[in-house]
């Protein structure tokens, strides 16, 4: 398979190809905000240093957004017309994630992979991705238009909960790692730094802007193939002149509408286990979560912000019982009404589907996760004596309580 891969989100257009040996070639406009009069001309002359014709492209990957609306605009009308013309599909990018394979993608392994672009208006396009070193990702922030000041919390918040899970893989003496790129590094890096506050991490700050090879890979890895009319921008903010037209009529554009709360599947696993790491020192392993998310027997919802899994509750079905597994909800996503949602979507789906009865454990410990619980009919019922493992040492007693059928 030929796939050709489009980049012309950033300032300097680049196309790359990819063949069936997974080598990619590349070519770069070198030519500041040219893409309407270089990309055609370098696809034609990387084919033709290959030994190529149009003819021979299987698939094209366009870096979709967010960036230069006009860049996207080139890449996504240009990419369209190609696949409408030479009868093959097209797989769309997200621009922020092509990162994680900026440079050496192995070299990202045990970071958070922070592209930071400067969006205009004081805003930055941006996101966090933690990389694991079996080359897996998990998205701890999602990508969207941000205030600098609220994405470093956003970044504080989730980069905290690694480092307080007893399972962060880093070694402790070198800490954790957080990787910028993007061309609003110049700007925003000391500004998001500072908001990081003294926060034990090491960041590494490049202005490395996005190119073709980046999305190439991305496209391999995650990819997957649309027909040419399905294929639209990743803008995340409206243009300048929708925007002021919002302005006069008044109206707003909230940066997250919502969390979708939705029942998880198997491949929720690897998100899940993420927001378990950052949520608890003794998580489920991913293989285990995988088959207990894929018992007939047990529940489990998940809530999505912006297409990322923030938070999930599981419960486990027992003789017409339900017992309440885990309810987590990712730092930076805390207080924002999302775990009580989704809490209220697990309890109503396992009433649907026949539990009377519910109940859990929760750490004695652990007043604001009580409250929570009794906000929705639970009560206390007794004890387990040094059921929870202490860090540092020790054992802490297990509250146990249920919600009884009326």
Not at 213 to 222: D, F, G, K, L, N
Request: hydrophobic letters at 45%; glycine letters at 12%.
């Amino acid at each position: 398979m030929n796939l050709l891969a489009l980049e012309t989100s950033g300032s300097i257009a680049s196309v790359a190809l990819m063949g069936d040996d997974g080598a990619t070639y590349s070519i770069g406009g070198g030519q500041y905000l040219a893409h309407l009069t270089t990309l055609l001309p370098m696809i034609d002359s990387l084919l033709a240093e290959r030994g190529l014709g149009i003819s021979d492209i299987d698939a094209i990957a366009v870096s979709a957004g967010p960036g230069s609306f006009t860049g996207i605009r080139i890449g996504i009308a240009t990419a369209r017309a190609l696949a409408q013309a030479l009868k093959i599909k097209l797989i769309k990018v997200p621009t922020l994630e092509t990162f994680i394979f900026v440079g050496d993608a192995s070299g990202h392994a045990g970071r958070i992979v922070c592209p930071v672009f400067d969006a205009r208006r004081g805003q930055v396009y941006a996101g966090a991705w933690y990389m694991y070193p079996d080359g897996e990702k998990a998205a701890l922030v999602p990508g969207a238009a941000y205030d600098p000041d609220e994405y470093a919390l956003l970044l504080r918040a989730s980069a905290e909960g690694l480092l307080s899970s007893s399972s962060f893989e880093a070694d402790a003496a070198s800490g954790l790692e957080c990787w910028f790129a993007g061309d609003g590094t110049e700007k925003y890096a000391e500004r998001i730094l500072l908001g990081l506050g003294g926060l034990a991490v090491k960041a590494i700050v490049t202005g490395t802007i996005q190119d073709a090879p980046s999305v190439a890979e991305w496209a391999a890895t995650y990819g997957s193939q649309i027909e040419y009319f399905d294929l639209l921008p990743i803008y995340m903010r409206k243009a300048e002149a929708q925007r002021k037209l919002d302005e006069k009529a008044g109206a707003g554009s909230p940066l997250y509408a919502g969390a979708v709360v939705r029942e998880a599947s198997a491949k929720d696993a690897l998100p899940i286990h993420a927001v378990e790491r950052m949520s608890f020192d003794d998580p489920w392993s991913i293989l285990l979560l995988r088959a207990d998310i894929s018992n007939d027997d047990s529940i489990y919802t998940v809530a999505e912000v912006e297409g990322v899994v923030v938070a999930f509750a599981g419960l486990s079905l027992i003789h017409g019982e339900g017992h309440v597994m885990n309810v987590a909800v990712q730092p930076a996503f805390r207080g924002k009404g999302i775990g009580r949602a989704l809490f209220d979507a697990l309890l109503t789906e396992a009433g649907n589907r026949g539990a009377g009865d519910v109940t859990l454990e929760v750490r004695e410990g652990n007043e604001q996760a009580i409250r929570f619980y009794e906000s929705f009919g639970f009560t206390k019922e007794g004890l387990r004596k040094n059921y929870y493992a202490v860090r540092g040492g020790g054992r802490e007693a297990a509250v146990i309580m249920w919600r009884r059928r009326i």
